[in-house]
């Protein structure tokens, strides 16, 4: 099943083709702040299913295609974030800081949009914006010091990534935090229809042209042993999103172009990237310069 959100704040579940609202019995919809009554329903979600289940098989709904969606997970607990998490990506960064002895960091949850709204760049000069494809886990239960052998039974559900990036050496969280800087979508497939998590594909385009491509089944820190270390540190709450990594082919994207990401059996969206005109500061003022190495 789709979990998503849609038309101003509504929440709706989907076979992928249609979408029948079910706001009324999330007790949430439109005009709800904070916007979190989708964090409700992933908790609840084992005594709501049968009934969203029922919904979804009576009800004719609309189309997908007909509604707005929106970022599923707006005000999430936290947004966790692994860093370099593929090897191929490491050497074309000439980073040593690999997932397994880095941990995760944190990116601010304002950035996430969704998959109809566009990625703005910041009026930055001598700075590069990277796209970077990947995959978010996300938490059903929660839990604390969670095994790995358990940790599955925490994965709510999955959903594409874009974790967008100015290059530079400044603090990660800023670079990473801009508003428009993690879009999520286009909805939430529930773990069940994703029975392998260590075999999940995912590929990203930009402007139709294939620029990275990868498999779980090449990440340095596995599903499982992500959430065995996340949760060491933090409580993972239903709702929380992990991201999960990147593999090679990070490049810059400039305005114009059209990014479109694919996780097998999750989906796919395309989002414009436009320019915006906030988003200066000292901190950015040095230019950098990108070296990709092979
Ligand atoms: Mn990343």
Redesign the pocket.
Known sequence: MKILRFDGGRIGVSDGKKVVDVSELCGSGPGDWPPVGINRLIRDFDALRPKLEALLAAQAGVPVDSVRLETPIPWPNKLM???V?YHDHAKEMASRGLADVQGYFLKSNSSLVGPADHIELPALTGREVHH?C?IALIIGKEGRQILPERALEHVFGYACLL?M?VRGKEERVFR?SYDTFTPVGPWITTADEVPDPTDIGMKLWVNGELRQSANTRDLIVSVRNMIAIASSASTLYPGDII?T??PAGVAKVVPGDTVSIEVDRVGKMALQVVQGTRGFNVVFEKPYEFVRHS
Do not use: F, Q
Request: aromatic share 8%; hydrophobic share 15%.
């Open positions: 974030a692994y860093p998490n970077e990947e974790d990036t990473k991201a990594g990147t």
